[in-house]
């Protein structure tokens, strides 16, 4: 049987169940490199890892624990990754765009810098982050916040009636329901 360990990854703080492939079970807090649909991931583990005996639940491997030397690339990326954030706003700014830009996440593989919109991606948006990707060496994705805005994490995202999916139920709270001002107190 696979453990699985419920992750938070990404800029948004989707959760996951990822299974680690050498049955190590992280505690709770641990940071993790994970491999998801998306690429490769660095991760929170929220909870310790429980027995599921279907592997096709996972939605994705969870490779190993932060090492230091992830732990000083990840800090590059980060540096990368505000940098081009500062980027983008300022050519924004210079062609007059009036979408606001919500989020820029560089995944750990390096490659992919993924902008955040709030409202739908035109090819205004799709000519300034293409050069901004070249110049951090990335792949660039762009990414419809607003349809996640809308669904947020789960049913009654940010509201009282957060059964299970919500924003109520998760460990740190919702970053969708924060950006939309719905998150219960």
């Known amino acids: 049987?696979?453990?699985?360990?419920?992750v938070r990854v990404g800029a948004l703080g989707q959760i996951?169940?990822?299974?680690a492939i050498d049955q190590t079970r992280y505690p709770r807090g641990?940071?993790?490199v994970v491999r998801t649909p998306?690429?490769?991931e660095v991760g929170e583990v929220l909870a310790p890892p429980a027995e599921f005996e279907q592997r096709d639940l996972a939605d994705g491997d969870l490779l190993r624990g932060m090492t230091v030397e992830d732990e000083l690339l990840d800090a590059r990326l980060q540096k990368n990754r505000a940098a081009?954030?500062?980027a983008c706003c300022a050519r924004l700014d210079e062609a007059g765009v009036t979408t606001p830009l919500m989020e820029v996440e560089q995944l750990f593989d390096g490659r992919t810098l993924v902008f955040?919109?709030?409202?739908?991606?035109?090819?205004?948006?799709?000519?300034?982050?293409?050069p901004l990707a070249e110049a951090y060496d990335s792949q660039a994705q762009?990414?419809?916040?607003?349809d996640t805005l809308t669904a947020g994490c789960g049913p009654d995202c940010g509201t009282e009636n957060a059964t299970g999916h919500g924003c109520t139920s998760c460990a740190s709270g919702c970053a969708i329901a924060d950006a939309c001002g719905k998150k219960s107190s």
């Open 16 to 19: 996951g169940r990822f299974a």
């Open 84 to 86: 081009a954030y500062e």
């Open 30 to 32: 641990s940071r993790v």
């Open 1 to 6: 049987m696979a453990r699985f360990h419920l």
């Open 38 to 40: 998306r690429g490769l």
């Open 142 to 146: 762009i990414s419809q916040f607003a």
């Open 116 to 130: 955040y919109f709030l409202g739908t991606p035109s090819v205004e948006l799709d000519a300034i982050t293409q």
